[in-house]
């Protein structure tokens, strides 16, 4: 029996409505799953292929209806916004933050976000960088702070106030004269010697005999052969720059040999044991012989504390004294200090080694098992341990791959604040030997940079503890005339 124009008009109009529902699904299945395969026939007879995981890129032989699509934020690589110390990491000060601004955002509506008042806000060429100091308000957590800073789009880092640690210990005992000074270190050593001091300091800038029997001898003379280098060198036109504690300018010792002086910490300009003896290991031209005797100081304290207890500097001050000590045209630093990994600090070191300046820092005195010590370790500074009078590693120093170069560290004679003198020991007073040594070199090679000077300093060294170089001393102990003879005229360095 024929199907009546009815039954044949219900059975069309479900066959297009079944096509209509095949054609949505169609539409809506995801193109990759019907995508022609990379090199395709070209025949106008596109071929189904099965889902893949990864969606293919198109090709020159024909159409891709695929899509990439991105993963979600979660899985993307951000750049880390905010440094968040470590639990037990407690060298920092507690409600300060430091932290610099997206573009286009105002600085008071982020301060008020986190409930901060500002200290202040300096720009630092050398990191690249508009900085702003600010006090967090008192009850608030600096991690938490900073936790939130990391997730703040208008923020574009921020981390805290790092402390840092003279690396010296000025040994004074407490029967010594009234107002003797001791300098900070975490080294242990055993009981002091009396510090000494010179009846009158007029007299030894004069330098009578009488007063300079007072005086124990310097071993380091004879230990690097100062008598040969003064022929050579002493760092005349050069400019040393002291990033430091406060330096006592009328010690006899150091007299005259201040071309520049800034205060970070409070513009009062205080002495104190650490910094001056630093500058007499470099400049001393009185009863003692330091090495570069003719170059020049800039000096710039960042380090504050009362005199009998540790002086600590923080990473702003040390900002801003080196981004000045730069601006003075320093050749080369001097950073006897140490402490935990700062990056604002770090991307300044570099743009100071960029812009051809030196730097030297003290390797440390956290003893053998500590973790690395910064500026130490930082790539760009030139890192020095300390030894003693017969080339054994002071004990309290730190030992890494990072250590460069080692120097007289141990027991040395240097000058206190009030025409005093005392024994020292310490990384610090090594690496001011360093920067001197370094000087010297600048005088007759004044294109010097960091990279040559490592190398100048490391295959001059007298190798000491395991054959070449080593965690310990380094490339070895310094040896002025050697490293002068590297960068003199063959007919200047053999007379």
Not at 254 to 278: C, E, F, K, N, Q
Not at 361 to 375: D, E, H, K, T, V
Request: with cysteine; net charge positive.
């Amino acid at each position: 029996m024929q199907p009546s124009p009815f039954a044949r008009r219900k059975s069309s109009l479900r066959c297009l409505a079944g096509a209509g529902l095949v054609a949505c699904v169609l539409a809506l299945v995801p193109g990759p799953a019907f995508a022609q395969p990379a090199g395709g026939t070209g025949d106008g007879k596109d071929k189904r292929v099965a889902p893949t995981t990864s969606p293919q890129q198109p090709s020159a032989g024909g159409t891709n209806r695929s899509m990439r699509v991105p993963p979600g934020s979660w899985l993307q690589p951000r750049a880390q916004r905010s440094i968040v110390p470590a639990m037990d990491e407690t060298r920092f000060v507690p409600d300060e933050v430091l932290f610099e601004l997206a573009p286009n955002v105002e600085a008071e509506a982020v301060l008020r976000r986190y409930g901060a008042t500002l200290i202040a806000s300096q720009r630092f060429e050398l990191a690249g960088v508009t900085i702003i100091r600010a006090r967090i308000e008192a009850g608030r957590d600096l991690r938490a702070v900073l936790t939130a800073m990391a997730e703040d789009t208008s923020i574009a880092g921020a981390q805290p106030n790092f402390l840092f640690e003279l690396q010296q210990d000025s040994q004074s005992r407490a029967g010594a004269p009234a107002g003797a000074t001791t300098a900070s270190s975490e080294a242990t050593t055993a009981p002091p010697p009396p510090s000494l001091r010179l009846a009158d300091p007029v007299t030894a800038a004069r330098g009578s005999a009488a007063v300079r029997r007072i005086l124990p001898p310097q071993y380091i003379v004879e230990k690097l052969r100062l008598g040969e280098v003064r022929k050579l060198a002493q760092g005349r036109g050069i400019r040393v720059g002291l990033i430091d504690s406060g330096v006592d300018i009328e010690h006899p010792e150091i007299r005259g040999s201040v071309l520049g002086y800034l205060d970070a910490i409070d513009g009062l300009a205080t002495p104190h044991a650490h910094g001056t003896s630093m500058a007499t290991a470099i400049v001393a031209h009185g009863e003692l012989q330091g090495i570069a005797p003719a170059a020049r100081l800039i000096v710039a304290r960042a380090f504050g504390g009362p005199q009998a207890t540790s002086a600590n500097g923080k990473s702003f001050q040390i900002l801003t004294a080196l981004e000045w000590v730069v601006q003075q045209r320093a050749k080369v630093i001097n950073l006897s200090f140490a402490g935990p990994q700062d990056r604002l600090l770090s991307k300044a070191l570099a743009g100071a080694k960029e812009r051809g300046v030196i730097t030297i820092a003290a390797a440390g005195n956290g003893g053998a098992r500590s973790a690395p010590l910064y500026p130490g370790a930082d790539p760009s500074v030139i890192a020095v341990t300390a030894t003693d009078a017969e080339d054994k590693v002071f004990s309290d120093a730190n030992r890494g791959s990072y250590v460069a170069i080692a120097a007289p560290g141990v027991d040395v004679l240097t000058a206190e604040p009030g025409g005093r003198y005392a024994f020292t020991s310490g990384t610090s007073i090594a690496a001011a030997h360093v920067t001197a040594l370094v000087a010297l070199l600048l005088e007759k090679q004044p294109e010097l940079d960091t990279d040559s000077a490592r190398r100048v300093l490391a295959e001059s060294a007298t190798d000491l503890g395991s054959r070449g170089r080593d965690p310990t001393f380094g490339a070895g102990r310094i040896d002025p005339p050697t490293a002068l003879a590297r960068v003199l005229p063959v007919a200047t360095a053999r007379p």
